[in-house]
């Protein structure tokens, strides 16, 4: 995994879409995100064979723009469709083993600590997404907000490592993830739920550039 896919790092599931996911996903990707998750959680949720055949609309927009198409969670569901990679959190399924399971895939982690962050390295990770930087209403069990701190620190000791912030990123406050060193911002809201997904990616995408 390249680090500047992380740039603009979109994710979203479809009770996060004010219209239909593949739309949202379609003018994201026309604004210039450069990385997917996609991340079917939440009231409405799909699942079973419904959540597997929406995920394969969006991999496929995803392959045709040449853009990572990741898999929150649902490690069975990535193996079997051959998803580009998986995202895991602290009370997932363990990084070690989801490494090799995954083989030579995209594997992300998510961390709260320095501990954390060195542990998701030994086990592996390609990289680790970190938060929530700022408030959140999109994730209901959210750890306390932390601040780009960490993020700061983390680039510190280890400044090749591939690090992101989420939660409650905006085109507003993301200029601050990026100088704090984070390679790329993951939002949920700041596109989907904008008028205009397309400028939404887009003004994101400037941020990087700017920062970067
Ligand atoms: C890029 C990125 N960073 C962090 C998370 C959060 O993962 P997790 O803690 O497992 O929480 P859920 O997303 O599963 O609710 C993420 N998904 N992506
Ligand atoms: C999925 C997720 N994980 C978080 C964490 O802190 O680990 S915050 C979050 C929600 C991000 O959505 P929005 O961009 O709408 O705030
Ligand atoms: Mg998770």
Same mark, same amino acid.
């Given at each position: 995994m390249k680090k500047e896919q992380l740039a603009v790092y979109f994710i979203a599931g479809?009770?996060?879409?004010?219209?239909?996911i593949d739309e949202t996903l379609q003018a994201a990707i026309h604004g210039g995100i450069t990385m997917f998750q996609?991340?079917? =959680?939440?009231?409405g949720a799909l699942t079973g064979e419904t959540k597997k055949h929406q995920a394969l609309r969006l991999q496929s927009m995803c392959k045709q723009a040449g853009i990572p198409f990741i898999v929150n969670d649902d490690i069975d569901l990535a193996i079997e469709i051959g998803a580009d990679g998986v995202h895991i959190g602290?009370?997932?399924?363990p990084a070690s083993v989801v490494r090799k399971k995954i083989k030579g895939g995209i594997v992300g982690v998510s961390v709260h600590t320095m501990d954390e962050f060195e542990k998701a390295i030994i086990d592996g990770a390609d990289y680790v997404g970190t938060g929530p930087i700022y408030s959140t209403?999109? =994730?209901?069990?959210?750890?306390p907000v932390a601040g780009t701190t960490l993020i700061a620190k983390m680039k510190e000791k280890y400044p090749h490592f591939p690090i992101v912030g989420i939660g409650g990123i905006t085109i507003e406050n993301a200029v601050d993830v990026m100088k704090a060193g984070a390679d790329g911002v993951s939002v949920i809201t700041?596109?989907?739920?904008?008028?205009k997904p397309d400028q939404a990616a887009s003004k994101l995408k400037n941020v990087f550039s700017k920062t970067k």
């Open positions: 479809t009770p996060n879409c004010r219209t239909s996609f991340r079917e =959680k939440g009231e602290q009370e997932d399924e209403a999109t =994730k209901t069990d959210a750890r700041a596109i989907s739920h904008a008028n």
